[in-house]
């Protein structure tokens, strides 16, 4: 394809702002890792909530986002993703999408499914082929991506299984802060792309950073545009098939003062150990995966993993990282038996959220 430069635009291209909290959330996910877990100038964030997550999972933060690239491509994971772009939703993608489709992304989206799926079922060195034939077309593929794609369950996995931690450790309890503040960005953006239109609106969002030489070509249609607090210049771009998506910086559009985060409309009467509680465990029965999950322990007695997976047509990887989060938030007791992992509900558990919840919504426990 031919490389053409920002003022060769074809301008009749459609502009659009939209409000991805995927993005922002991996762009924040990056940041951790960066920083080594200090969010040095961010907001009063739980900021040991991010060091605590950095701690815990440095291995696998390397693993995954050792490598920018690699980092990125994942990230491109979130292009065709359904709206909205909200974490259950990522969950939901993952558990159904093809091993060849993921790996189509990871690659960069330079073989397409079906040639992805070929060179790893048909060819005696798929992955020397793999480097080949992408290289031949312009593109890279490092080691790691290779690696994933050789031991995929496993490595999707702790992927996965990375981000439900990463969300549910830290980017949950700051989504609903920074959401208004998208809108606000978003606002403003429109009003300047009335006045100054899209090629001045790049270069400002680039931070003069070199604009790249495949941005955007004639053959752009759509430029999405997505506010971020967390993006660093070098994330900003997810291209390809027609769509160009800019994850921008929203402290282009709102001043020190507006994100300093005023917190005295968070102020709450009750125990603070107790809303983290019960939002804890909200955030466990949030997908229904789980939910089917708990009723199927619930209603069958010594029902195994396979059963499970088998019930709700996906993999037991999937079953196993659903199973651990249950476990986690102590919904859930595993036993073993005759070497099968066997589990039942917490009852006593469930009765602590749900009567928590009633004394947080200031609902009588009346069990008459």
């Not at 969950?91 to 489709?101: H, K, L, W």
């Not at 030489?213 to 291209?239: A, D, G």
């Not at 047509?313 to 595993?334: A, C, D, G, M, Y």
């Amino acid at each position: 394809m031919a490389v053409y430069t920002i003022e060769e635009v074809n301008h009749r291209c459609k502009v659009e702002l939209s409000i991805s909290s995927l993005f922002e959330m991996m762009a924040c996910l990056r940041k951790c890792y960066i920083s080594s877990g200090k969010m040095d100038g961010a907001p009063p964030f739980p900021v040991a909530r991010f060091e605590e997550f950095f701690r815990e999972n440095a291995s696998l933060l390397h693993k995954f986002y050792g490598r920018y690239e690699y980092g990125a491509q994942l990230a491109e994971f979130l292009v065709d993703l359904p709206v909205p772009h909200t974490f259950s939703q990522l969950m939901a993608y993952i558990d159904r999408v093809s091993r060849y489709e993921f790996l189509y992304y990871l690659f960069g989206r330079y073989l397409s499914e079906k040639e992805v799926e070929m060179y790893l079922t048909q060819l005696a060195s798929p992955f020397d082929d793999i480097r080949s034939k992408i290289t031949s077309l312009g593109g890279v593929v490092n080691d790691e991506q290779l690696e994933f794609a050789q031991n995929y369950e496993q490595y999707l996995q702790e992927l996965t299984s990375l981000w439900e931690r990463f969300y549910q450790q830290c980017y949950a309890h700051i989504e609903s802060i920074l959401s208004p503040l998208w809108d606000q960005a978003n606002e403003r953006l429109r009003a300047e792309l009335r006045q100054s239109g899209i090629d001045k609106i790049v270069r400002k969002l680039l931070y003069d950073y070199p604009i790249p030489e495949q941005f955007p070509t004639k053959e752009t249609k759509l430029i999405k545009l997505y506010p971020s607090y967390f993006v660093s210049p070098k994330f900003i771009i997810v291209w390809g098939l027609g769509e160009l998506h800019i994850v921008y910086d929203i402290k282009h559009y709102l001043d020190g003062k507006e994100i300093s985060f005023n917190e005295q409309r968070l102020e709450i009467q009750y125990d603070e150990r107790q809303l983290q509680y019960v939002a804890d465990i909200a955030k466990s029965l949030s997908e229904i995966v789980r939910v089917k999950i708990l009723s199927l322990i619930a209603n069958e007695e010594k029902i195994r993993s396979q059963e499970m997976a088998n019930q709700l047509n996906i993999t037991v990887p999937t079953v196993s990282r659903h199973l651990n989060i249950l476990k986690q938030s102590n919904l859930i007791i595993e036993r073993k038996e005759n070497g099968y992992h066997l589990y039942e509900i917490n009852e006593k558990e469930v009765r602590s959220y749900c009567s928590a919840v009633k004394k947080i919504l200031g609902i009588e426990n009346d069990e008459t």
